[in-house]
């Protein structure tokens, strides 16, 4: 492999160590303190919410028919009035969220058993209905605790998902740099 080439591989994979590193120690912060998580990811749904709102009422008037913006300037409004309201009021946003958060496991636990058994006879069903059943476990833990459980759910998903994301962007660079490393 060329000199260069591997410097620079070996060069972006040292960079992607340390960001893999940075990632899993903020899921280890999230799944420690998963109330401060919570609200910190409340808060940029915020603000996506706000940059959502805006971007509908720019697209609003680019669009040119009457109905069209009306329609998108609604929609902008929307969006904007509820990420001021999640800004205002993190911790109702939170348990909102939460809530949602619970649904969304309930139908994916839901689609997942479903799939498992339309699935039945071919090798792997057992470990569709596995999650499906687990899944549904954890939608109903959330559910029967909200909104208590808003202030450990989103939080501790959220850093599980950072740590599992950190680990899988390390073990790729790793791989990277193996096989770029000279014979």
């Known amino acids: 492999m060329d000199n260069s080439l591997t410097a620079d591989i070996h060069r972006a994979s040292t960079w992607s160590i340390v960001l893999s590193v940075l990632i899993m120690i903020a899921g280890f912060l999230a799944i420690a303190l998963p109330s401060i998580a919570g609200i910190t990811f409340t808060i940029i749904v915020g603000w996506m919410l ?102 450990w759910a989103v939080g501790t998903l959220v850093g599980i998902s950072m740590l599992f994301s950190g680990m899988s962007r390390l073990m790729v660079s790793l791989a990277a740099r193996r096989i770029s490393a000279p014979a």
Do not use: K, N
């Not at 009422?57 to 929609?75: D, N, P, T």
């Not at 509820?82 to 139908?107: E, R």
């Not at 596995?130 to 605790?145: E, K």
């Open 50 to 151: 706000i940059f959502a709102g805006v971007l509908h009422l720019i697209f609003a008037f680019q669009s040119g028919q009457a109905r069209m913006v009306i329609w998108q300037v609604l929609l902008g409004l929307a969006y904007g009035f509820i990420g001021v309201y999640v800004l205002q009021h993190p911790v109702a946003g939170l348990a909102g969220l939460t809530f949602a958060i619970a649904a969304y496991l309930f139908v994916e636990a839901v689609l997942e058993t479903v799939l498992a058994f339309q699935l039945r006879p071919a090798s792997g069903w057992g470990w569709l209905l596995f999650d499906g059943v687990v899944t549904f476990l954890l939608a109903g833990m959330i559910y029967a605790t909200w909104p208590s459980s808003a202030g």
